[in-house]
């Protein structure tokens, strides 16, 4: 089974190409079904339609304010841990990541605008939130407890200026898993996910394409990045959304 491509929607498959290869991309049909098993979508379009609410990024160090986004943190137990198994949303605190892991911008603690409390609290959100705990915590059965972060991401691309959803560039976001979600794709080309080993060879480029289509990454594993975006129209708004979901391994 290819870590690339159809014929994943199956937990086991999802698991062994992650466990085998580092990574997984699924396309939206097939994360659907896998969904489908933890709740429902039921809010999908108030879901979508949050990305036009959020805040511009203005930590970008490079000077640029083509990136916007919401953020939160939850904590999770092992479902079977009694109480300890809900998925529960924390206080809101800043994002940090140290400079080894994002030389652009890291080294700082970053303050961004919450992730609404409508549509954290969604079905959407918990379906997401439920099936990468399940997922990574197969693959990690040690786990006691998760930390969790969200990000909502709007990458916008203008005439003369690209949008560059990881202008860090190749990275790792040192963590132990991450999911990135197609949310929506408008007006924009490029946007090409590249996945690399720890040498930086490359193993596999795919593109976000359809709403759902979905890269799980092994994050100790594999570095990722994701070519910028242009207009294909540049008298037309032009962006890339994505949710973007963090496991790390937290002390109990």
Not at 7 to 24: E, F, H, K, M
Request: aromatic share 10%.
């Amino acid at each position: 089974m290819s870590e690339i491509g159809t014929g994943l929607q199956n937990a086991t498959g999802i698991r062994s190409a992650i466990a085998r290869a580092g990574y997984a991309f699924v396309e939206a049909s097939d994360m659907r079904t896998a969904l489908g098993r933890f709740g429902t979508l039921a809010d999908w379009p108030a879901f979508a339609e949050s990305w036009n609410d959020l805040s511009t990024d203005t930590y970008m160090a490079d000077g640029g304010r083509y990136r916007r986004r919401r953020f939160g943190v939850w904590r999770a137990g092992r479902p079977e841990a009694g109480k300890g198994g809900a998925i529960e949303r924390g206080p809101h605190q800043p994002h940090y990541q140290g400079l080894d892991y994002n030389t652009l911008n890291g080294g700082i603690e970053r303050w961004f605008e919450p992730i609404t409390d409508a549509i954290g609290d969604g079905a959407t959100m918990s379906t997401i939130l439920d099936y990468c705990r399940a997922l990574f915590g197969r693959l990690a059965p040690e786990t006691e407890r998760w930390h969790i972060e969200v990000h909502q991401f709007r990458i916008e691309a203008r005439l003369g200026e690209q949008g560059k959803p990881t202008p860090e560039g190749m990275h790792r976001d040192g963590v132990d898993y991450v999911l990135v979600m197609m949310v929506a794709r408008r007006n924009i080309q490029s946007g090409t996910t590249t996945i690399h080993d720890l040498d930086k060879r490359t193993l596999g480029s795919f593109t976000l394409t359809d709403p759902l289509d979905s890269a799980l990454v092994d994050d100790a594993r594999c570095y990722h990045g994701v070519t910028p975006v242009e207009p294909e129209n540049a008298a037309q708004p032009a962006y890339r959304d994505v949710l973007v979901v963090t496991f790390r391994k937290a002390s109990a």
